[in-house]
């Protein structure tokens, strides 16, 4: 069965049943590693999903921050999506044109500034496209939104509470890298970082998540993945990744199947891998 949860995920039927709704909101926040050599919002210029907007993952971030796209101020927030002509009132989709990659972490920051009424698009856009859905090229016509948040501290974790975590070994340290980073067989396409994972962290690629269109697994087989890898899902969590975005599809797994108490840590191993004084494990 497809999803359909306005709050987690909404199938590609479900928005094309929804696209003319007026308190709809669609952002397209694609986003790449350098060595995907893509290009996202030369790529959203040239065909997005009708009305979406483009929410751009570097500059919508704590610029202050040396880290890679940490989540912004609340303030910047704010004046971003009002920009977008997002606010109060509307339901939000966000989407991705890898399928499901980076569009999870947008679900996530907007859960962290107390906005709940936000979907992925199950399979992106490219699943869209493969059904005959509409794209084209044009500017959305936007009208400044009032938004209220209240920030949802309890839904990220920083490298205190996560060093913490791992010694006292008191949570579920869900690592999303590919196997051979999290054994530290591979080199982190971030220079300056070491090899490995955080001690006492699992390893659930989250590409194990996703069926081969792109779409995430039913509950039944998340629950198998996730407990394949040895997490015990009857405790709190705490998601990573190598800069805080795929993290947020294991994030998103764990809503869908129910795991309410779970957080992540937004530098993940960005941050993790450049400091000595972090012990980093390697191997299985």
Request: aromatic share 8%; charged share 25%; glycine share 8%.
């Amino acid at each position: 069965m497809p999803y359909n949860d306005p709050k987690t995920l909404v199938s590609t039927d479900w928005l094309a049943q929804h696209l003319n709704d007026p308190d709809l909101r669609i952002l397209d926040a694609s986003w790449y590693l350098p060595d995907m050599a893509r290009d996202p919002k030369a790529e959203y210029d040239k065909a997005h999903i009708p009305g979406a907007r483009f929410f751009d993952i570097e500059e919508i971030s704590d610029q202050r921050s040396a880290l890679p796209h940490m989540a912004p101020p609340v303030e910047k927030f704010m004046s971003r999506m009002r920009a977008m002509g997002v606010g109060d009132g509307h339901q939000v989709v966000v989407y991705d044109g890898a399928g499901l990659f980076s569009a999870a972490r947008i679900w996530w920051l907007f859960r962290l500034m107390g906005k709940t009424d936000i979907a992925v698009l199950d399979g992106g856009l490219a699943k869209w496209i493969s059904q005959g859905h509409p794209v084209d090229d044009s500017a959305p016509i936007v009208r400044d939104r009032h938004m209220t948040t209240s920030r949802q501290n309890h839904l990220v974790r920083d490298v205190t509470q996560v060093a913490s975590a791992s010694k006292l070994e008191d949570h579920e340290i869900i690592d999303a890298r590919s196997p051979a980073r999290f054994r530290g067989d591979s080199p982190e396409p971030r220079k300056g970082l070491r090899a490995g994972h955080i001690p006492n962290s699992s390893n659930v690629h989250y590409a194990t998540l996703l069926k081969p269109d792109g779409t995430m697994k039913d509950p039944t087989a998340i629950k198998a993945v996730f407990q394949a890898a040895g997490v015990d899902l009857s405790r709190p969590a705490i998601t990573t990744c190598g800069s805080g975005v795929t993290a947020a599809i294991l994030s998103l797994a764990l809503e869908v199947i129910g795991h309410r108490n779970h957080a992540l840590y937004d530098g993940s191993w960005a941050e993790w891998g450049m400091f000595d004084y972090l012990k980093a494990e390697t191997g299985a």
